[in-house]
């Protein structure tokens, strides 16, 4: 037995194309799948329409017109004068509502006839069957009119005949109706579809706003039984998620005191020791340790409880220089197009601080010179350090934003950290919603690019 999975991943061309040109939106799918059935029922009322009720009543009114022609012409060849013609005449103009006319001695021409439409066939089947004579139609002689010439053997019948005695109007009312309530039933289906995608469309904002570290307090469930459900479990998430953070931010508060204390311990009892080799590879020990804990803290504190706050971003990247500069780093930076326009975003400034400081650093570590700078896009910023450095693989860059990864394996922390400094930048720019991405530097080196969300 074939499983409709497999089925359709092998599914025919037909269905495949089908998919391709299906709307992208919900909105626009949920219209789709409400107006089809409309469209369907109204396409086959109207066929089925035209092609019982139109053809009908036109076969039947160009059946009578016919009739009325065939009738009279029989009259003609009983009149014995030429007045009694005239009078049959008069007479069929004042019963039958169409006017008649005798041109003795004309001829129709021998030409066929032009192409005719719909309504000219069928009364040209109706002619053909009730008078049996030849015949020409021209539907071009007046507005609202159409002539009907018979050949008779002492000349031509003419007969004018006005339009709405061969087809019904019901059907153009009957269109005008058909389209009319399609558009109150699509008017009426896209109010109802908009409401309802408008929840649907706040809970997408909501989860890329806290996606993005910013605030969503006026956020509320509503719609739908099943959005509003959705909407639930979305708060209880976020309130979970900054449970978790909040406890681990405050586990490692006391862990950090509790470590700091016998650290303190240890450099005072070290202080008052004699200067020996023994002590001074125990303070350097202390003071690694030191280091490796502040590290952890700020790996696991991450961007802590602050708030989101605007921020300008050039401001900020000077201040980052200027701090690199003033530890020893050769930097140059470059706002770009950023430089005459302000570029404020809602961001953590402390954090997103720390993030572009551990890139810098590394570049400063690792390089003789560091280059930053900020470029603009559509929907993102991106922030560029570059370094003439010798780089690191590409096999290699997604391993070390791991925490504790280390290119170098020794633990010296005079040739690198503790292997947390990437991994915490890219815990910044995540909380902000963006990325930090690694890249070939056109300087020699390694581009570390911060990209942050408009």
């Not at 953590?348 to 700078?373: E, F, I, T």
Request: glycine letters at 8%.
């Amino acid at each position: 037995m074939i499983r409709w999975r497999d089925w359709w991943r092998r599914r025919p061309r037909p269905f495949r194309l089908l998919k391709r040109y299906m709307p992208a939106t919900l909105f626009a799918r949920s219209l789709l799948i409400m107006m089809t059935p409309v469209v369907l029922a109204q396409g086959i009322a109207t066929f089925i329409f035209y092609d019982r009720h139109w053809d009908t009543m036109t076969q039947r009114l160009a059946m009578g017109v016919a009739g009325e022609i065939a009738l009279v012409i029989e009259q003609l060849g009983r009149d014995p004068d030429k007045a009694a013609r005239e009078e049959t005449l008069a007479m069929a103009a004042r019963t039958t509502d169409i006017l008649i006319s005798f041109n003795p001695g004309e001829m129709l021409p021998t030409t066929p006839p032009r192409p005719r439409t719909a309504l000219e066939d069928t009364l040209a089947d109706a002619l053909d069957e009730r008078v049996r004579r030849p015949w020409r139609i021209n539907a071009n002689i007046a507005h609202k009119w159409i002539e009907i010439r018979v050949q008779l053997p002492g000349g031509v019948l003419s007969v004018l005949s006005p339009e709405r005695r061969l087809y019904s109007f019901t059907s153009y009312l009957f269109i005008i109706w058909m389209l009319g309530s399609s558009l109150v039933l699509f008017s009426i289906a896209t109010l109802f579809m908009r409401n309802q995608i408008r929840p649907i469309r706040r809970l997408a904002v909501a989860a890329d706003a806290f996606g993005k570290g910013r605030d969503i307090s006026d956020f509320r469930p509503e719609g739908a039984a099943e959005v509003r459900q959705a909407a639930h479990a979305f708060l209880v998430m976020r309130e979970r998620i900054r449970r978790q953070i909040s406890q681990r931010t405050e586990m490692l508060a006391g862990v950090s005191h509790d470590l700091r204390t016998p650290l303190t311990r240890m450099k005072l009892q070290l202080a008052m020791m004699p200067e020996l080799p023994e002590v001074e590879e125990l303070k350097a020990d202390v003071v690694e340790m030191q280091v490796m804990i502040d590290g952890y803290l700020s790996f696991a504190r991450g961007a802590g409880d602050e708030q989101p706050q605007p921020v300008d971003l050039g401001a900020l990247l000077e201040e980052v220089a200027t701090n690199a500069r003033r530890e020893g780093a050769s930097l140059t930076l470059d706002m770009g197009p950023a430089a005459e326009d302000e570029v404020v975003l809602p961001l953590r400034p402390n954090g997103l601080r720390r993030c572009l400081a551990n890139l810098v650093g590394n570049a400063k570590r690792y390089g003789h010179h560091v280059w930053l700078s900020l470029a603009m896009g559509e929907t993102v910023v991106e922030i560029i350090v570059d370094d003439d450095g010798p780089g690191i693989p590409p096999d290699q860059r997604e391993g070390v934003f791991k925490p504790f990864h280390r290119l170098e394996p020794s633990r010296n922390q005079s040739t690198g950290g503790v292997g947390l400094g990437l991994t915490i930048a890219r815990d910044v720019a995540r909380r902000h919603g963006g990325d930090v991405l690694l890249r070939d530097s056109p300087r020699g080196g390694l581009r570390a690019v911060v990209r942050l969300p408009l």
